[in-house]
Structures are given as structure tokens and as C-alpha cells.
């Protein structure tokens, strides 16, 4: 009766598993092939006796797969009951990287790494030993060390703000010329996407990743790192984390400035986010901005639910159109958008408009009135604003007459409430 066979190499023999799926080297009919293929055990016309093959362990790392440079990560290895001793085997390395005794309960070991640096990046499995033989090897662990390069940065494009059920390109860059990068979404099932880097003027690297359709009821919250093709497990540091706002329909906040819509670099500015709708949070985000909302928590005023954004010292990057949302703190989606409010910083270009007015600074009520804004230079826009008021400037576009750049802006019939300090700008 033909019987099956086994090795002939004792238990506890210096071979990994791996290598036994290799062939032998050597002749086909050397001793050592013969023995393996005629040993065999027949205790009866239907009883066989085979060495038990356990089955594969599971591999993984605490507190994760992907580790800051120098922290600890410790890899764990889970079998059978039946083993008594655990090896780690790290691709392309020959030899076993460490091994290790059963741990009470007796299924598993642990490998400690206490500095996590480039050294140990790399993939590794595991393999049990019991009396009756070796396991299969587990699946691969792929084991990152993030730190070695700056970071990059994160956008999001057209805006991090984005619908109920629409989509959001984010864009992940750097100067440091990575071949890939890596991004990837926070949560307790971490998902990630892997891009080549498509190159960018003066040596900008960049690679874009669609994302959507986005939806209330998870976290968007997103970070990046860029690598190099020959060196898959070494990544750089993170980017700063970007969380995109999914807002909703409900009750829009109001948006305001302290200190009107029209500022000038250096000076204060506080924008108010305010709602009768009891929100917990608030986020303030910038027209044609990739970066993050600015976000704050609910700060009570005067009975209403709000935040004060200050940005102080003003600087000519702060000019631009913004909105709002609030939110509640165990949900994940943001209101309605406030209405939009526009923060024009002055005193950007050289020119200094005139302005006039007719027939004269003081009128009746029911008078018609005329504010000229001249400008020799080309300004192809004009705004007139009021001093202390928080509506939005006035805005007319500029026509050409007399030489110079001007705009009419009417007031009829005047009342007391046009009453006031104006100034023009171009």
C-alpha cells in the first residue's frame, strides 16, 4: 500500500517553515530525497499517520502598524494552543529575527521594540512550534516608521467645506520631492490610499486624492505622508490634520466683524459666529481656502450660542470672504452656511481715492444725494463704506471720465440713519 510521507528532520531542527517550500538543492536521486519520499508509516490497510501541519498564526502590532520615530511598538503573534515557542522572520533577513517563549495563556508571544527607527521597518511574519511540527507562516505585517522627512501639506480642493453627498479632491504636497504619497483617514478602521507623485513647477510634488461621497454620519478627518519608492516603510512626518466640514441644512448662523468689514494690516480683528439654534461648536471657513476650518467651541452671549475668531494682526492674507457653521458635539454634521461676509484690508495699494459729495456734506431729509469716488490710477472697482456700520461696503464698478477713474454712488432720498463718517476705496 503506497503511504504518505513526511521529513525526516527532527522537531526543534534550525529550518523555517518558509524554507521547506523551497526544493532541495541537489541531485533528484541523492539519499536525501530518496529518504524523504519512502519514508512513511502503515499501521493498517486503511489507518495513516501524517505529520499535523497547525495552522497559520495571526500577526499584528500595538498600538499600530505605523510608528513615530523611537516609540515603542510591540508585534504580537496568536496560534494555537499547542505551541510552545513563536519566531519572527523580517524579509530579507536569512536568519530569525527573534523567538520567543508561549505566554500564559499559551497561544501567544510578543516581540518588543522599545526605539522604533528605519532599522525595523520593514515586513515581517511569524511561525509557531509545537511537538508535532512547525506552523504555516502567518499573513505579512507591514511595519512603518514615520518621522525621517518634513512634513507635508494637506489641502483640500475647492474648499474643506463640502455638501451632504458631494465630493472633495484633496491634494497632498511637498517640497522635498517624494515618489508617493500616502493618505490616510482617522478612525477606528484606518483606510488608506497610496498615489505616485505627479510633478509640479520648482520642484513641488504633489499627488491628488478624490474623496466622496462624503456624508454626516462619519468623521472626515484626513492626514498625509510622502516616501520614497526604494524605501516603501520609512514615511515622512505627518501633515497637520485636515477635517472636512459636511454641512447640512439646518439653522444658518449670523457672521460679523467688531470692527466693520474693512480693516487695515496690523490692527485687531474679531469675527462673531452667532445662532438662536443652541450649537456647540462653531467653524469659520475662507473662500478658495484649502487649509482647515478654524474651529472653536461654543462660547454663550447675551442668550445666544456663538464664537468670537480672532484674527489679529491683521495681515493682507486675511482679506477675503468667509462663512460659518455650528455644530453639535455628537454629531458630525455642520449647519447651513451663514451668509457670506467679506473682509476687505486697506491700504494695499499706493493710490488714495478722493471723495465728494453733492450738493454738500449737509443735506435735509428727503434731499438727493451724490458720493464721488475719483482715482487717477485704474481701479476697476469702487467700495464706499460707513464708519461703524456692519453692512457691507457699497460697491460700484469704475467708469472713465475726465481723465480719471470714478463712481457715483446715490443716497435719495436721504433720512437720519445716512447720517455718518464715509470713506472710499479703489
Known sequence: MTTPCVSARPVGTEVPPYALLEPET???????????????????????????????????????????????????CQGSLEAQEYRLHKEGNSETWDRQKTLEPGDKAKFSIRYMTDVYAGRYLCYCLSPSGWSEPSDHLELVVTGLHDKPRLIAMPSPVVTSGGNVTLQCGSWVGFDRFILMKEGERQTSWTQ??????????????????????????????????????VWSLPSEPLELVVSGVSGKPSLLSQQGPVVTSGQSLTLQCRSDVGYDRFALSKEGAGDPPRRLGRQPHAGLSGANFDLDPVRPSHGGRYTCYG??????????????????????????????????????????????????????????????????????????????????????PVTSAHGGTYRCYG
Not at 513647477?201 to 499627488?207: D, I, L, V
Not at 487717477?376 to 475726465?402: N, Q
Request: proline residues 11%.
Open 26 to 76: 541537489g541531485d533528484a536521486m541523492t539519499p536525501a530525497l530518496t529518504a524523504l519520499l519512502c519514508l512513511g508509516l502503515s499501521v493498517g490497510p486503511r489507518t495513516r499517520v501524517q505529520a499535523e501541519i497547525l495552522p497559520k498564526p495571526t500577526i499584528w502590532a500595538e498600538p499600530g502598524s505605523v510608528i513615530p520615530w523611537r516609540t515603542s511598538v510591540t508585534i504580537w
Open 196 to 233: 505616485d507623485s505627479q510633478p509640479a513647477p520648482r520642484g513641488w510634488s504633489q499627488a491628488l486624492f478624490p474623496v466622496g461621497p462624503v456624508t454626516p454620519s462619519l468623521r472626515w478627518t484626513f492626514r498625509c505622508y510622502g516616501y520614497y519608492s526604494n524605501t516603501p516603510q
Open 327 to 412: 455644530g453639535q458635539n455628537l454629531s458630525s454634521e455642520w449647519s447651513a452656511p451663514s451668509d457670506p461676509l467679506d473682509i476687505l484690508v486697506a491700504g494695499q495699494l499706493p493710490d488714495t481715492p478722493s471723495l465728494s459729495v453733492q450738493p454738500g456734506p449737509t443735506v435735509t431729509s428727503g434731499e438727493n444725494v451724490t458720493l464721488l469716488c475719483q482715482s487717477w490710477s485704474s481701479v476697476d472697482t469702487f467700495l464706499l463704506s460707513k464708519e461703524g456700520a456692519a453692512d457691507p461696503p457699497l460697491r460700484l464698478r469704475s467708469k472713465h471720465g475726465a481723465g480719471q477713474h470714478q463712481a457715483e454712488f446715490s443716497m435719495s
